[in-house]
């Protein structure tokens, strides 16, 4: 657990529940020019009256006592504070502003400092034993990270956090998720007053990547930087949304996921699993298409996590990092980067990679320019590679390929072995089907064979009868292997 501090005296605290997280304390200026702080009931955290009320799961989440509930009509996500820790919260609140002073003016200008000093700071202000100083170190997140959206960053199953104007906020949790498909959002308890109150967590949060809301920049989609968790952010002002400014959060969540763990899910069948290992490690191609949430980064993460050793030297490219490297592992992340003038994107990347010494599996996290040109070269010359793509069938992938700005020739298009089209079914994510792309002997043409059809064959047990390369390849280990007795 360490924070970060720079030159333009912005501080990163990181911490782990369960997983990594972190958060950004506001420049001293900043925090009392821009951010009201007020006592623990700025929180607002309004519980409404169930009846007949279920609660499903109760969790820990830094100062708060998290609660599922569910009555007959809606599913509920509660954050009180820990009653455990209750009144010792007020009391720290009582001389939060005393507390921020006496912790930004003790920060040595330096790049990293340790737990251990950050621990020391707030140890110096109260002199309390270590469960209070966890709570003072909470709180101090909260209050200088994103105020009362703060224990919704922190939690690990809330995947994204939507507001649209003053009220209630809305969540999506993945453990609610998993009991129910048929829910999308869920209410919360946490209330925003109204629109001051929305605007100004607008700013405190556009103003982690150091950019504003105002009426000639109403609209921001941004990503926070890796320390901050490399959430996405979509943020509509006033001048556009009228009396409903709007924030959606959705989290960086680096939860590994398997293969196994997609079978559990019905995502897809056991054989269809066994057809994509195979494919990786012959170093085939696989496009994975779909509409957005259809789980395509999700499958993508879950092949690589089960299927690519880690003494493969891979090459992941990604404008939002979403895929986990193996830390034991030869795995290399590139990531596009924009600095006023200076601009590096994912066609550039892709062109690099193929100078490094990457010769197995080249991934890219979302294919849509020109850096499918590179990404077929890379397949000429023998690499494998995975990628995702926004298409609702193997037609409109290709023809979008084949269109301005990627412009792809048919030859090119033949380099790809297979396209996975996934799809939402039931309020569940699904692999809908998967087709080969097989060239032919005549120029300017491809076939297309569907090798797997959810609604037709589930199991997925005519996979390997059908598939064009398993056949090609067992033809050609037998030609190997009489060969070999011949000789």
Not at 74 to 86: C, Q, S, T, W
Not at 216 to 238: A, K, S, V
Not at 262 to 273: K, V
Request: glycine share 4%; aromatic share 10%.
């Amino acid at each position: 657990m360490k924070i970060f501090f720079n030159k333009n005296n912005f501080i990163f605290l990181k911490k782990i529940f369960p997983i990594t997280h972190y958060f950004t304390l506001e420049r001293k200026l900043i925090i009392h020019e821009n951010v009201s702080f007020n006592t623990g009931k700025d929180l607002d955290l309004e519980i409404k009256s169930f009846n007949d009320n279920e609660i499903l799961s109760e969790y820990n989440v830094g100062l708060y006592r998290v609660k599922l509930v569910k009555n007959s009509e809606e599913y509920r996500y509660i954050a009180e504070y820990n009653p455990a820790f209750k009144d010792k919260i007020e009391k720290i609140y009582n001389e939060i502003d005393k507390l921020i002073n006496y912790f930004i003016m003790r920060l040595p200008d330096k790049r990293v400092i340790d737990e251990i000093n950050a621990r020391k700071i707030i140890r110096e202000y109260f002199g309390k034993n270590d469960q209070d100083i966890d709570l003072v170190y909470n709180i101090l997140k909260e209050e200088l990270g994103y105020k009362k959206l703060q224990v919704l960053i922190d939690d690990p199953y809330v995947e994204d956090v939507s507001i649209s104007g003053p009220g209630y906020v809305w969540i999506r949790h993945s453990y609610i998720y998993s009991m129910d498909p048929n829910i999308d959002l869920v209410k919360t308890n946490i209330y925003i007053r109204d629109n001051e109150e929305l605007i100004r967590l607008q700013q405190i949060i556009a103003n982690k990547v150091g950019r504003a809301v105002s009426y000639t920049n109403p609209i921001l989609d941004i990503q926070l930087p890796l320390e901050e968790g490399g959430h996405r952010i979509h943020i509509t002002g006033q001048a556009v949304s009228y009396e409903r400014p709007e924030i959606v959060i959705r989290k960086n969540i680096m939860r590994k996921v398997s293969v196994e763990d997609l079978i559990r899910r019905e995502m897809l069948p056991r054989n269809l699993a066994e057809y994509f290992r195979k494919l990786i490690m012959r170093k085939g191609s696989l496009i994975i298409a779909g509409p957005p949430g259809s789980g395509k980064t999700t499958l993508l993460r879950a092949l690589l996590n089960s299927f690519v050793p880690k003494d493969w030297k891979v090459v992941i490219i990604e404008d939002t990092p979403e895929i986990e490297i193996p830390p034991d592992s030869s795995w290399v992340r590139y990531t596009t980067f924009e600095n006023g003038v200076i601009k590096i994107d994912q066609y550039m990347l892709t062109k690099a990679a193929l100078r490094s010494s990457a010769n197995r599996l080249i991934v890219i996290g979302e294919t849509r320019g020109s850096e499918a040109r590179v990404l077929a070269q890379a397949l000429n010359m023998g690499l494998g590679a995975l990628t995702t793509f926004h298409g609702g069938s193997t037609k409109e992938v290709i023809v979008r390929l084949m269109s301005p700005p990627i412009s792809l020739r048919i030859y090119q298009i033949s380099t790809i072995q297979a396209v996975a089209v996934l799809a939402i079914h039931n309020n569940r994510r699904i692999v809908r089907y998967v087709d080969e792309i097989i060239p032919t002997q005549k120029p300017g043409s491809i076939k297309i064979r569907r090798i797997y059809d959810r609604d037709k064959d589930p199991y997925g047990e005519k996979i390997f009868v059908k598939s064009y390369y398993e056949n090609k390849d067992f033809m050609k280990r037998s030609i190997e292997i009489i060969t070999s007795k011949q000789d």
